[in-house]
């Protein structure tokens, strides 16, 4: 998946019961981000994954 101007994002979701973490692989760096969330709100916490992600590239 491309996520914009990261390059390439690797997601990986785990469901927890009614629990979803994301984490969001930065492929060039490794660097990793996760976020947790309502497993209903999917999509949602893809987003906060990505955008910690983005964060985390930008501050390195």
Known sequence: MTAD???EVILEATR???F???T???SAT???A???GPVHEPKAVERLAIAKL???V???
Do not use: F, T, Y
Request: glycine share 12%; no cysteine.
């Open 20 to 22: 979803l973490k994301v």
């Open 34 to 36: 996760s976020a947790v």
């Open 24 to 26: 969001a692989i930065h």
């Open 54 to 56: 983005r964060r985390l």
């Open 58 to 60: 930008a501050a390195s």
């Open 5 to 7: 101007d990261l390059g």
């Open 30 to 32: 490794g660097l990793e």
């Open 16 to 18: 927890n019961g009614a």
